[in-house]
Nanobody
Framework: QLQPVESGGGLVQPGGSLRLSCAVSGFRLDYYAIGWFRQAPGKEREGLICISRPGRATNIADSVKGRFTVSRDNAKNTVYLQMNSLKPEDTAIYYC???????????????????WGQGTQVTVSS
């Protein structure tokens, strides 16, 4: 079973940074498109950024452009979400997800992703 596991969430002050990790055991992450999403209380799930099998990143959300980046370390079989200049409105549960069916590019739509992690809480507050 392909089960992503997120880590790295926590409490950070406005303007601070966090790096989230997404790891999968037993499967090579560079075989799949990976997306990062978040969901705040009372809000819909929001796509943030994704990375394709060849490693090309695609920004999804305008709200995080220039602040969030995605990368992949094939040796560690881990995908990262680097979040800088964090704002209180970035507070949410953050998820990574695997699109096991896509060979090219990566999708902005969360319904295209078929394996999801449990999420990690990010709270931005002073």
């Amino acid at each position: 079973q392909l089960q992503p596991v997120e880590s790295g969430g926590g409490l950070v002050q406005p303007g601070g940074s966090l790096r989230l990790s997404c790891a999968v055991s037993g499967f090579r992450l560079d075989y799949y498109a990976i997306g990062w999403f978040r969901q705040a209380p009372g809000k819909e799930r929001e796509g943030l950024i994704c990375i394709s099998r060849p490693g090309r990143a695609t920004n999804i959300a305008d709200s995080v452009k220039g602040r969030f980046t995605v990368s992949r370390d094939n040796a560690k079989n881990t995908v990262y979400l680097q979040m800088n200049s964090l704002k209180p409105e970035d507070t949410a549960i953050y998820y990574c997800a695997v699109d096991s069916k896509r060979n090219y590019g990566c999708s902005a739509g969360w319904t295209n992703y078929d394996y999801w992690g449990q999420g990690t809480q990010v709270t931005v507050s002073s």
